[in-house]
Structures are given as structure tokens and as C-alpha cells.
Nanobody
Framework: QVRLVESGGGLVQPGGSLRLSCAASGFSFSSAVMTWYRQAPGKAREWVANIGTSGGIRNYVASVKGRFTISRDNAKNMVYLEMNNLNPEDTAVYYC???????????WGQGTQVTVSS
């Protein structure tokens, strides 16, 4: 059974930082491209960043490039999203999934809420 469990969200002031974690199980993690997504209130879910199987290839949506860093630990079946210089537009529920940006492979986990507010 596939499980995707996101954690690390919270309330942070503009300019602050958070590190999100995603624990994956039930599939061949080291063989999967992993992607972080987010869904803001009233908006469609969008991809934020993805990372190749070995971590050598990383892609970011333009709005987070230079502020967010995606990484993975294949030994622990974990994928991370380091988020710096956060702004209110980053407020959303963040999710991880396997697969390419436009083709998430599995059912969504519960996500982790990130709120950026003063």
C-alpha cells in the first residue's frame, strides 16, 4: 500500500523559512521521480519542484526558483523541500507525490499546511 506522509508545515512570518519532509512507502522510491505540489485556497493544485531519481536533476516553478530547494534521501525514502524567503503567496497545503509534474502517480496524502503571515 502506497503511503505519502508530509510534515513540517506551520505558521511563519514573511521572509522566514521552513523545511518540509515527505515519507514515502509502498513503492520503489529510488526509481521514482518525486514532486512537491501545493494548493492554495480557491486555486488548483500546482507543481512546485521535482527531483530525478538520483537527485541530479531538479526543476522548479518560476515563482519559487532561487528560494526553494528540493532534495531526497533514497536510503530513507524521504524527499524534502527547503523553503526560504517565504512570502504570503506561498501559503498553501503542500503535498508530495511520485511521478512527473503533470502526472502524479498515487493518491494524495494529507498534505502539510504552510501559512505565511505577519
Amino acid at each position: 500500500q502506497v503511503r505519502l506522509v508530509e510534515s513540517g508545515g506551520g505558521l511563519v512570518q514573511p521572509g522566514g523559512s521552513l523545511r518540509l519532509s515527505c515519507a514515502a512507502s509502498g513503492f520503489s522510491f529510488s526509481s521514482a521521480v518525486m514532486t512537491w505540489y501545493r494548493q492554495a485556497p480557491g486555486k488548483a493544485r500546482e507543481w512546485v519542484a521535482n527531483i530525478g531519481t538520483s537527485g541530479g536533476i531538479r526543476n522548479y516553478v518560476a515563482s519559487v526558483k532561487g528560494r526553494f530547494t528540493i532534495s531526497r534521501d533514497n536510503a530513507k525514502n524521504m524527499v524534502y523541500l527547503e523553503m526560504n524567503n517565504l512570502n504570503p503567496e506561498d501559503t498553501a497545503v503542500y503535498y508530495c507525490n511520485a511521478g512527473s509534474m503533470l502526472a502524479p502517480r498515487y493518491s494524495w496524502g494529507q498534505g502539510t499546511q504552510v501559512t505565511v503571515s505577519s
